[in-house]
């Protein structure tokens, strides 16, 4: 019982505006560069709002939900979960060091770290150790984390690929060129790919190019979210209440 309600929490996400791609001059586009832009754009973002729907695959089954959901950055987040007819099932709460997951079906109150293991197993996030906020924003820089890795650049059309390879482990980001942010960021191990991460149907909402749908590939553990955002705001404060029953279940997640 526990672990289908833990499943039907999964949701945080979004719809979106297609954008005309063309050919974009890609001759000064490097990963220092769309990284120095991408922090400019992160800078300038302290509230971000929306409200979306998305789906979910498992092992164990496809689920569905919509949602709210306000960001407070640099690192906190609050997202209401509804299941059909409106009706809401569950609250997460997300900060630096802190998941809360109040599922209200089972009045149970989940407690942890945001981990890789746990924004997986309760929102079917692929993160790869990344910030939960920059993920949904679209926020990751072309920049490797792997020790010394050699970088290779390729252009086409109106995207840049960055690929950084280290031993047996290949990451890849491709760039909008235009944009100036990340379509796709895909990781291979021992050529297995294990993760991928795409983003799509961008919208200029003032202070740079967001996407409005995102998706998110865990291939190594059999789990994937497509995220829609239907209306988005940026730097408009929203109050949201993360409300638990004293008499809720707490539940400590490793």
Do not use: W
């Not at 992160?42 to 949602?67: D, H, L, P, R």
């Not at 047996?168 to 060129?177: A, H, M, P, R």
């Not at 235009?178 to 294990?194: A, C, L, N, S």
Request: net charge negative; with cysteine.
């Amino acid at each position: 019982m526990i672990r289908f309600s833990v499943f039907v929490l999964f949701s945080v996400l979004f719809v979106g505006c297609a954008a005309t791609s063309y050919y974009v001059d890609l001759s000064g586009v490097t990963a220092q560069k769309v990284a120095d832009e991408i922090q400019t754009q992160s800078n300038a973002i302290q509230y971000f709002n929306t409200s979306g729907y998305g789906s979910f695959e498992t092992k164990q089954g496809a689920y569905s939900a919509s949602f709210d959901m306000a960001i407070h950055r640099p690192s906190s987040a609050m997202v209401s979960l509804y299941g059909p007819f409106g009706i809401k099932v569950a609250q997460v709460r997300l900060t630096e060091d802190t998941l809360l997951v109040y599922n209200s079906l089972h009045n149970v109150l989940f407690m942890g770290k945001p981990t890789s293991a746990n924004l997986r197993n309760f929102l079917m996030i692929a993160s790869d150790g990344s910030s939960f906020t920059n993920l949904l924003l679209d926020l990751m820089p072309p920049v490797s984390n792997m020790y010394e890795p050699q970088l290779y650049r390729h252009a086409d059309g109106s995207t840049v690929s960055f690929t950084y390879v280290s031993q047996d482990t290949v990451e890849k980001y491709t760039v909008d060129g235009e944009y100036m942010r990340t379509k796709e960021y895909v990781k291979t191990i021992g050529g297995e790919t294990i993760m991928k991460i795409q983003y799509s149907d961008f919208e200029n909402l003032g202070s740079g190019y967001f996407p409005r749908s995102v998706s998110f590939e865990d291939l190594k553990h059999g789990v994937s979210a497509k995220l829609y955002y239907r209306d988005a705001s940026l730097n408009k404060k929203k109050s949201v209440e993360f409300n638990v029953p004293s008499d809720a279940k707490e539940v400590i997640l490793n």
